[in-house]
Protein backbone atom coordinates (compact mmCIF):
# COMPACT_ATOMS: atom_id res chain seq x y z
CA UNK A 1 0.00 0.00 0.00
CA UNK A 2 0.98 3.53 -0.45
CA UNK A 3 1.31 5.91 2.23
CA UNK A 4 2.72 9.73 2.85
CA UNK A 5 5.23 8.97 5.15
CA UNK A 6 7.04 11.34 7.16
CA UNK A 7 10.38 10.95 8.85
CA UNK A 8 12.15 12.89 11.76
CA UNK A 9 15.81 12.99 11.14
CA UNK A 10 18.58 13.21 14.56
CA UNK A 11 18.70 17.19 13.79
CA UNK A 12 15.11 17.47 14.02
CA UNK A 13 14.24 17.97 10.83
CA UNK A 14 11.42 16.43 9.30
CA UNK A 15 10.66 15.06 5.24
CA UNK A 16 7.33 13.52 4.22
CA UNK A 17 7.81 11.25 0.74
CA UNK A 18 5.45 9.01 -0.95
CA UNK A 19 6.43 5.42 -0.07
CA UNK A 20 4.99 1.60 -0.47
CA UNK A 21 4.69 0.11 2.69
CA UNK A 22 3.57 -2.95 4.18
CA UNK A 23 0.48 -3.36 5.36
CA UNK A 24 1.66 -5.00 8.80
CA UNK A 25 2.69 -1.76 9.65
CA UNK A 26 -1.04 -0.59 10.21
CA UNK A 27 -1.75 0.20 14.21
CA UNK A 28 -3.93 -1.90 16.19
CA UNK A 29 -7.87 -1.36 15.78
CA UNK A 30 -11.09 -2.94 15.46
CA UNK A 31 -11.92 -1.70 11.72
CA UNK A 32 -9.45 -1.50 8.31
CA UNK A 33 -10.58 0.91 5.78
CA UNK A 34 -9.81 1.33 2.27
CA UNK A 35 -9.12 5.13 2.18
CA UNK A 36 -10.63 6.87 -1.20
CA UNK A 37 -10.46 10.63 -0.41
CA UNK A 38 -9.05 12.74 2.11
CA UNK A 39 -8.37 16.63 2.67
CA UNK A 40 -6.17 19.12 3.92
CA UNK A 41 -6.45 20.78 7.38
CA UNK A 42 -4.53 23.33 9.09
CA UNK A 43 -3.34 20.26 11.28
CA UNK A 44 -2.11 18.19 8.39
CA UNK A 45 0.16 20.75 7.25
CA UNK A 46 1.67 21.42 10.90
CA UNK A 47 2.09 17.29 10.96
CA UNK A 48 3.77 17.04 7.39
CA UNK A 49 5.97 19.25 8.06
CA UNK A 50 7.41 20.56 11.86
CA UNK A 51 5.11 18.49 13.51
CA UNK A 52 3.97 20.99 15.90
CA UNK A 53 3.74 19.30 19.17
CA UNK A 54 1.18 17.02 17.72
CA UNK A 55 2.74 14.26 15.95
CA UNK A 56 3.36 11.62 18.60
CA UNK A 57 5.89 9.41 17.00
CA UNK A 58 8.00 8.76 13.93
CA UNK A 59 7.66 7.56 10.99
CA UNK A 60 4.62 8.84 11.09
CA UNK A 61 1.16 9.14 8.63
CA UNK A 62 -0.96 12.57 8.88
CA UNK A 63 -4.19 12.75 7.41
CA UNK A 64 -6.93 14.16 10.40
CA UNK A 65 -9.96 12.82 7.99
CA UNK A 66 -10.65 9.92 5.55
CA UNK A 67 -13.67 8.82 4.03
CA UNK A 68 -13.79 4.89 2.31
CA UNK A 69 -15.45 1.58 2.77
CA UNK A 70 -15.30 -1.09 5.48
CA UNK A 71 -12.82 -3.74 4.06
CA UNK A 72 -12.67 -5.77 7.45
CA UNK A 73 -14.12 -5.45 10.86
CA UNK A 74 -14.24 -6.94 14.45
CA UNK A 75 -16.74 -4.53 15.56
CA UNK A 76 -20.97 -5.39 14.84
CA UNK A 77 -21.74 -1.65 14.24
CA UNK A 78 -19.58 -1.94 10.46
CA UNK A 79 -19.53 -4.54 8.01
CA UNK A 80 -16.99 -4.87 5.01
CA UNK A 81 -18.54 -2.84 2.96
CA UNK A 82 -19.66 0.32 4.34
CA UNK A 83 -18.85 3.63 4.15
CA UNK A 84 -17.90 5.22 6.62
CA UNK A 85 -16.57 9.12 7.26
CA UNK A 86 -13.62 9.53 10.65
CA UNK A 87 -12.84 13.30 11.22
CA UNK A 88 -10.90 13.98 14.96
CA UNK A 89 -9.73 11.90 18.08
CA UNK A 90 -6.08 12.76 16.88
CA UNK A 91 -5.97 10.90 14.03
CA UNK A 92 -3.19 11.98 11.90
CA UNK A 93 -1.70 13.17 15.08
CA UNK A 94 -1.61 11.26 17.47
CA UNK A 95 -2.27 7.71 15.73
CA UNK A 96 -1.36 7.14 11.89
CA UNK A 97 -4.09 9.16 9.74
CA UNK A 98 -5.53 9.27 6.28
CA UNK A 99 -2.98 9.81 3.86
CA UNK A 100 -2.60 6.27 2.95
CA UNK A 101 -4.31 3.98 0.88
CA UNK A 102 -6.22 2.11 4.31
CA UNK A 103 -6.46 2.99 7.64
CA UNK A 104 -6.78 0.83 10.87
CA UNK A 105 -8.65 3.08 13.68
CA UNK A 106 -11.07 2.05 16.39
CA UNK A 107 -14.45 1.64 15.34
CA UNK A 108 -15.99 4.20 17.99
CA UNK A 109 -14.04 7.01 15.73
CA UNK A 110 -15.91 6.16 12.87
CA UNK A 111 -19.10 7.61 11.41
CA UNK A 112 -21.48 6.19 8.59
CA UNK A 113 -21.30 8.18 5.85
CA UNK A 114 -24.69 10.48 5.34
CA UNK A 115 -27.27 9.95 3.18
CA UNK A 116 -26.56 12.05 0.27
CA UNK A 117 -23.19 12.18 0.60
CA UNK A 118 -20.48 10.56 -1.64
CA UNK A 119 -16.93 10.19 0.23
CA UNK A 120 -15.73 12.62 -1.95
CA UNK A 121 -17.82 15.22 -1.02
CA UNK A 122 -17.23 13.95 2.92
CA UNK A 123 -13.81 15.06 2.04
CA UNK A 124 -14.69 18.16 0.92
CA UNK A 125 -16.49 18.87 3.65
CA UNK A 126 -13.65 17.38 6.47
CA UNK A 127 -12.90 18.57 9.66
CA UNK A 128 -13.26 22.53 8.38
CA UNK A 129 -16.66 21.93 7.54
CA UNK A 130 -17.78 19.79 10.06
CA UNK A 131 -16.65 22.65 12.21
CA UNK A 132 -18.14 24.97 10.26
CA UNK A 133 -21.56 23.14 10.82
CA UNK A 134 -20.70 22.86 14.65
CA UNK A 135 -20.47 26.43 14.80
CA UNK A 136 -23.53 27.02 12.86
CA UNK A 137 -25.47 24.63 15.15
CA UNK A 138 -24.43 26.44 18.39
CA UNK A 139 -24.97 30.08 16.72
CA UNK A 140 -28.70 28.57 16.45
CA UNK A 141 -28.68 27.06 19.99
CA UNK A 142 -28.12 30.53 20.90
CA UNK A 143 -30.66 32.20 19.42
CA UNK A 144 -29.72 33.40 16.45
CA UNK A 145 -32.43 33.76 13.54
CA UNK A 146 -31.61 35.32 9.88
CA UNK A 147 -34.01 38.16 11.21
CA UNK A 148 -31.66 39.28 13.32
CA UNK A 149 -28.93 40.87 11.22
CA UNK A 150 -25.80 40.25 9.87
CA UNK A 151 -23.72 37.31 10.25
CA UNK A 152 -19.78 37.58 9.92
CA UNK A 153 -17.44 34.85 8.70
CA UNK A 154 -13.65 35.73 9.80
CA UNK A 155 -10.78 34.15 7.45
CA UNK A 156 -14.01 33.75 4.94
CA UNK A 157 -12.09 32.22 1.89
CA UNK A 158 -10.89 29.76 3.92
CA UNK A 159 -11.66 25.96 4.74
CA UNK A 160 -13.93 26.65 7.52
CA UNK A 161 -15.24 29.88 6.47
CA UNK A 162 -16.11 28.83 3.22
CA UNK A 163 -17.93 26.15 4.19
CA UNK A 164 -19.62 27.83 6.78
CA UNK A 165 -20.26 31.12 4.38
CA UNK A 166 -21.83 28.70 1.96
CA UNK A 167 -24.69 27.32 5.16
CA UNK A 168 -25.25 30.44 6.27
CA UNK A 169 -26.20 31.95 2.63
CA UNK A 170 -28.24 28.60 2.20
CA UNK A 171 -29.92 29.40 5.57
CA UNK A 172 -31.31 33.24 4.60
CA UNK A 173 -28.48 35.05 6.71
CA UNK A 174 -26.58 38.07 5.41
CA UNK A 175 -23.28 36.94 5.45
CA UNK A 176 -20.34 39.43 5.38
CA UNK A 177 -17.04 37.82 4.85
CA UNK A 178 -13.70 39.02 6.19
CA UNK A 179 -10.76 38.59 4.11
CA UNK A 180 -6.80 39.64 3.88
CA UNK A 181 -6.83 38.66 -0.05
CA UNK A 182 -8.73 40.69 -2.31
CA UNK A 183 -8.17 38.13 -5.51
CA UNK A 184 -10.83 36.21 -3.55
CA UNK A 185 -13.56 38.69 -3.99
CA UNK A 186 -15.09 36.81 -6.57
CA UNK A 187 -15.04 33.78 -4.98
CA UNK A 188 -16.47 34.55 -1.89
CA UNK A 189 -19.71 36.15 -3.66
CA UNK A 190 -20.35 32.72 -5.39
CA UNK A 191 -20.55 31.19 -1.85
CA UNK A 192 -23.41 33.83 -1.07
CA UNK A 193 -21.16 36.55 1.24
CA UNK A 194 -23.36 39.34 0.24
CA UNK A 195 -20.78 42.49 1.62
CA UNK A 196 -16.92 42.03 1.95
CA UNK A 197 -15.02 43.21 4.74
CA UNK A 198 -11.14 43.82 5.02
CA UNK A 199 -8.81 42.50 7.33
CA UNK A 200 -7.44 45.39 7.50
CA UNK A 201 -10.70 46.96 9.09
CA UNK A 202 -10.90 44.44 12.13
CA UNK A 203 -6.78 43.76 12.62
CA UNK A 204 -6.24 47.08 14.77
CA UNK A 205 -7.40 46.47 18.57
CA UNK A 206 -9.37 49.90 19.64
CA UNK A 207 -9.06 51.34 23.37
CA UNK A 208 -12.97 51.67 23.48
CA UNK A 209 -14.34 47.99 24.78
CA UNK A 210 -17.55 48.42 22.73
CA UNK A 211 -18.40 50.10 19.55
CA UNK A 212 -21.11 50.63 17.13
CA UNK A 213 -23.63 46.99 17.68
CA UNK A 214 -23.02 45.63 14.19
CA UNK A 215 -23.00 41.44 13.72
CA UNK A 216 -25.68 39.20 15.19
CA UNK A 217 -23.38 36.29 15.08
CA UNK A 218 -19.64 35.34 14.20
CA UNK A 219 -18.01 32.60 12.95
CA UNK A 220 -14.41 33.34 13.95
CA UNK A 221 -11.31 31.30 12.54
CA UNK A 222 -9.06 33.88 13.18
CA UNK A 223 -8.61 34.58 16.94
CA UNK A 224 -6.39 37.33 18.24
CA UNK A 225 -6.77 41.27 18.51
CA UNK A 226 -10.04 40.14 15.85
CA UNK A 227 -11.90 38.26 17.91
CA UNK A 228 -11.23 40.48 20.44
CA UNK A 229 -11.88 43.28 18.37
CA UNK A 230 -15.26 41.89 16.97
CA UNK A 231 -16.44 40.82 20.50
CA UNK A 232 -17.27 44.57 21.43
CA UNK A 233 -19.09 45.05 18.16
CA UNK A 234 -21.65 42.14 18.36
CA UNK A 235 -25.18 43.18 18.75
CA UNK A 236 -26.89 42.95 22.52
CA UNK A 237 -27.36 38.69 22.95
CA UNK A 238 -24.97 37.91 20.05
CA UNK A 239 -22.79 35.42 20.12
CA UNK A 240 -19.49 34.65 18.17
CA UNK A 241 -18.72 30.85 17.84
CA UNK A 242 -14.47 30.84 17.64
CA UNK A 243 -13.15 27.80 15.99
CA UNK A 244 -9.44 28.87 15.33
CA UNK A 245 -6.56 30.58 15.92
CA UNK A 246 -4.99 31.87 13.08
CA UNK A 247 -4.41 35.17 13.94
CA UNK A 248 -2.97 34.38 17.52
CA UNK A 249 -3.68 32.16 20.38
CA UNK A 250 -4.27 35.21 23.09
CA UNK A 251 -7.53 37.26 23.25
CA UNK A 252 -6.72 40.82 24.24
CA UNK A 253 -10.10 41.94 25.32
CA UNK A 254 -12.17 43.08 27.85
CA UNK A 255 -15.04 41.63 29.96
CA UNK A 256 -17.35 44.73 28.88
CA UNK A 257 -18.92 43.12 25.91
CA UNK A 258 -20.40 40.35 28.06
CA UNK A 259 -21.29 42.26 30.79
CA UNK A 260 -22.71 44.98 29.29
CA UNK A 261 -23.92 43.45 25.79
CA UNK A 262 -24.37 39.88 27.20
CA UNK A 263 -22.25 38.76 24.03
CA UNK A 264 -21.57 35.10 24.28
CA UNK A 265 -18.51 33.52 23.68
CA UNK A 266 -18.94 29.84 22.05
CA UNK A 267 -15.61 27.32 21.74
CA UNK A 268 -16.08 24.71 19.27
CA UNK A 269 -14.41 21.61 19.57
CA UNK A 270 -14.13 19.30 16.62
CA UNK A 271 -12.16 16.52 17.83
CA UNK A 272 -13.52 14.66 20.71
CA UNK A 273 -17.49 15.68 19.90
CA UNK A 274 -19.98 12.67 20.96
CA UNK A 275 -21.43 10.75 18.25
CA UNK A 276 -24.71 11.51 18.18
CA UNK A 277 -23.77 15.34 17.77
CA UNK A 278 -21.31 14.03 15.14
CA UNK A 279 -24.24 12.45 13.85
CA UNK A 280 -26.48 15.19 14.02
CA UNK A 281 -23.85 17.79 12.39
CA UNK A 282 -23.08 15.34 9.37
CA UNK A 283 -26.85 15.06 8.77
CA UNK A 284 -27.01 19.05 9.02
CA UNK A 285 -24.03 19.52 6.10
CA UNK A 286 -26.06 16.70 3.45
CA UNK A 287 -29.02 19.05 4.06
CA UNK A 288 -27.90 22.75 4.41
CA UNK A 289 -25.35 22.85 2.38
CA UNK A 290 -25.77 23.20 -1.49
CA UNK A 291 -23.46 20.66 -3.18
CA UNK A 292 -22.73 23.20 -6.35
CA UNK A 293 -21.41 25.21 -3.82
CA UNK A 294 -19.25 22.69 -2.02
CA UNK A 295 -18.13 21.78 -5.73
CA UNK A 296 -17.22 25.00 -6.75
CA UNK A 297 -14.63 25.28 -3.37
CA UNK A 298 -12.73 21.94 -4.20
CA UNK A 299 -9.27 21.66 -5.67
CA UNK A 300 -8.03 18.36 -6.38
CA UNK A 301 -5.16 16.82 -4.87
CA UNK A 302 -2.90 13.50 -5.19
CA UNK A 303 -0.55 12.14 -2.36
CA UNK A 304 2.17 13.48 -4.26
CA UNK A 305 0.90 16.98 -3.85
CA UNK A 306 0.41 17.04 0.22
CA UNK A 307 4.18 18.15 0.79
CA UNK A 308 3.67 20.97 -0.92
CA UNK A 309 0.33 21.82 0.12
CA UNK A 310 1.34 21.41 3.82
CA UNK A 311 3.68 24.25 3.59
CA UNK A 312 1.05 26.48 1.62
CA UNK A 313 -1.69 25.94 3.86
CA UNK A 314 0.19 27.21 7.05
CA UNK A 315 1.43 30.49 5.03
CA UNK A 316 -2.56 31.10 4.52
CA UNK A 317 -2.10 29.94 0.81
CA UNK A 318 -5.03 27.73 0.49
CA UNK A 319 -8.61 28.59 -0.75
CA UNK A 320 -11.53 26.32 -0.27
CA UNK A 321 -11.44 22.62 0.73
CA UNK A 322 -8.50 20.51 -0.79
CA UNK A 323 -9.44 16.95 -1.86
CA UNK A 324 -6.78 14.10 -1.99
CA UNK A 325 -7.66 11.21 -4.02
CA UNK A 326 -5.19 8.82 -2.22
CA UNK A 327 -5.21 5.99 -4.77
CA UNK A 328 -4.64 8.74 -7.39
Known amino acids: MRALIVEKAEDGNTTAAVQEIDEGRLPEGDVTVAVEYSTVNYKDGLCIGPGGGLVRAYPHVPGIDFAGTVEASDDPRYAPGDKVVLTGWRVGE ?38 AMLAVMALEAHGLTPDKGEVLVTGAAGGVGSVASAILANLGYDVAGVTGRPEQVGY ?17 TVKRPLERETWAGCVDAVGGPMLARILGQMKYGGSVAAVGLAGGAQLPATVIPFLLRGVNLLGIDSVMQPYGNRLTAWKRVASDLPMDKLEGMIVEATLADLPKLGADILKGQV ?10
Not at 103 to 118: E, F, I, Y
Not at 319 to 328: F, L, P, S
Open 319 to 328: RGRVVVDVNA
Open 94 to 131: AYWGGYAEKARVKADWLVPLPDGLSTRQAMAVGTAGFT
Open 188 to 204: LGSLGVSKIVTRDELSE
